[in-house]
């Protein structure tokens, strides 16, 4: 590879992106694949749209800002590292100082990984992360009750009107432009084994 190789992963929401992105991390030295995550790139809470009951909804495109998420990717592909503050739900946490260095493999990850042309177009491969959706909801009140200090009322009503509209309007559909579908109702190890052994037959194809 002369220049780096780009991957898009996507999928629903608690469809189980981030934990086979770790294992898939774990195949490989911290200079042969970068991670850069959309959850970096939500705007300031002021710009996150709010639903009609006045509850932010992160689970729309308008959330994102694609324009320094492109970027970033940009410097990336170019050799260029990136040093970024890593995103907080909690208003009151401080924030990680994150440096992403340019790597042999980027990988994208995020809901909306597919779903910006700029972004999209950037992409050497695409893969779609699947899982049904009762497998879905667990995670994510599992994830969010741990990991966000959610209630339960919280997670179900985010799941209702936010979550589940934005798969069926957004994410469902570009589920058909992804070259590889993992599912992932159950574990992800084929894929997982696939993935990992074509990136390493990538990786050594680099020059000395």
Request: glycine share 4%; hydrophobic share 40%.
């Amino acid at each position: 590879m002369t220049t780096p190789y780009i991957i898009g992963i996507t999928g629903g929401s608690a469809s189980g992106k981030t934990f086979f992105l770790n294992s898939l991390l774990t195949h490989f030295k911290t200079d042969e694949v970068c991670l850069i995550s959309q959850d970096n790139y939500y705007k300031e809470r002021k710009h996150v749209p709010k639903d009609t009951n006045g509850v932010f909804n992160f689970d729309v495109p308008e959330s994102i800002d694609f324009e320094q998420f492109g970027q970033h990717i940009h410097l990336l592909k170019n050799g260029e590292k990136v040093i970024m503050n890593e995103y907080t739900f909690e208003c009151d946490f401080e924030p990680k100082i994150l440096t992403l260095r340019p790597a042999p493999v980027i990988v994208v990850e995020g809901i909306f990984a597919f779903h910006d042309p700029v972004i999209s177009a950037m992409l050497d491969l695409k893969i779609f992360i699947d899982a049904v959706e009762h497998v879905k909801i667990r995670r994510r009140i599992i994830r969010d009750t741990n990991e966000r200090q959610y209630d339960l009322d919280s997670i179900l009503y985010r799941w209702e009107n936010h979550v589940a509209p934005t798969y069926e309007r957004f994410i469902r559909p570009v589920k058909q432009d992804a070259d590889i579908i993992i599912n992932n109702n159950h574990d992800f190890e084929n894929g997982l084994k696939l993935l990992s052994v074509y990136l390493r037959s990538l990786l050594e194809k680099e020059p000395a």
